[in-house]
């Protein structure tokens, strides 16, 4: 049983799979992401990992940047960050995967002028910014800027990522993974919960 900070039972809008439950691939792919540092906690996995498919695709697009990114470590616990405050995901926010942030660095993400952020680091999080309000405004003069700063590979990397953080913290969003009301289906189909307006 899992319990939030006020001691209340945190409860997703979708019942996590009972880790006993799990199959074996879930359960690895979990385990080696926790042991790795790249999962902090386990109960949204234990959520999308109704969908193999899609606990597998998070999986593998994670490994893929985690700890070997062509933008370092930092600029992208910079943009993820950003991107869970954008998207109001709680299990985000409160975990960090790079040592070298302060608090004050994450304080100062809503407004990067304010804080002591690289010319790089302000331009990863605007990205971020564009990508979750404004992706129009990702334009040629944008990628012009970017390229004083970043190469080409760091300027795709940057944008695939923002992409990934984006979508993936909305989703957790939904998911409600911290929440505390009663889930909105249990784990298995025929145990949905019927509201009154239905």
């Not at 790249?38 to 994670?62: C, F, K, W």
């Not at 070997?68 to 109001?88: P, T």
């Amino acid at each position: 049983m899992t319990f939030n900070n006020k001691g209340g039972r945190i409860m997703p809008r979708i019942a996590p799979i009972a880790w006993s439950d799990l199959d074996e691939e879930a359960r690895r792919r979990i385990e080696e992401g926790t042991v790795s540092g790249m999962y902090r906690m386990t109960l949204p996995l234990q959520i999308v990992a109704h969908s193999p498919n899609a606990l597998r695709g998070m999986d593998e697009g994670y490994k893929a940047v985690f700890g070997c990114s062509a933008i370092g470590s930092r600029l992208q616990e910079l943009m993820r960050l950003r991107s869970a405050q954008l998207g109001s995901c709680a299990p985000c926010s409160i975990s960090r995967k790079d040592d070298s942030l302060t608090e004050a660095d994450v304080a100062c993400l809503s407004d990067p002028s304010s804080g002591s952020y690289t010319k790089r680091e302000r331009l990863a999080i605007l990205t971020v910014d564009l990508m979750a309000s404004d992706h129009h405004a990702m334009d040629d003069d944008f990628i012009r800027e970017m390229a004083k700063v970043f190469t080409v590979e760091e300027i795709v990397e940057i944008g695939w990522y923002a992409g990934q953080v984006v979508g993936g913290h909305r989703f957790m969003h939904m998911l409600d993974a911290l929440g505390e009301a009663a889930p909105v289906i249990g784990a298995e189909p025929d145990t949905a919960l019927r509201s009154s307006a239905a």
